[in-house]
C-alpha cells in the first residue's frame, strides 16, 4: 500500500485562498470509485492506496487548479511505497505514538 502526500498551490487568481481548491479536490476523492483512504491536513492531504491508482488520481488531481480558473499550478508530491511489509496510515500514527508513550514512561 502506498501513502501519497500532496499539496496543490494554484496561481493566477485574484485570490490568495485556497480552500475552494483543496475543496474540490476532497470532493473527487469522494467520489472516487478508487479503493483508497483519505486525510485532510491543515498543509496537505494525504491518500493511500495502490500505486497505481494514486498515480491516476493525482493527475486528476493535477486539473483541479485549471478547471476552477487558475492559470498555473505547482504540485508537491511525496510518496512512501513499502513494499517489504504492510504498511498504512493508521499503522505508521500508531508505531509513533507507542514509542511516544514509552518515552512519557521513561520520566
Known sequence: MAIADI???PLGKET???SD???EIHSLLEHTAEPVSVQLTPMSTLIEGDAAVLYSLLAE???VP???GFKRTAVNIRID???DKDSNMAGKLASVN???KD???DE
Do not use: N, Q
Request: no cysteine; proline share 0%; charged share 35%.
Open 7 to 9: 499539496t496543490v498551490i
Open 16 to 18: 490568495t485562498g485556497v
Open 21 to 23: 481548491v483543496v475543496a
Open 61 to 63: 488531481i493535477h486539473e
Open 66 to 68: 485549471f478547471k476552477l
Open 81 to 83: 511505497d513499502r513494499r
Open 98 to 100: 507507542t514509542r511516544l
Open 103 to 105: 518515552k512519557d514512561g
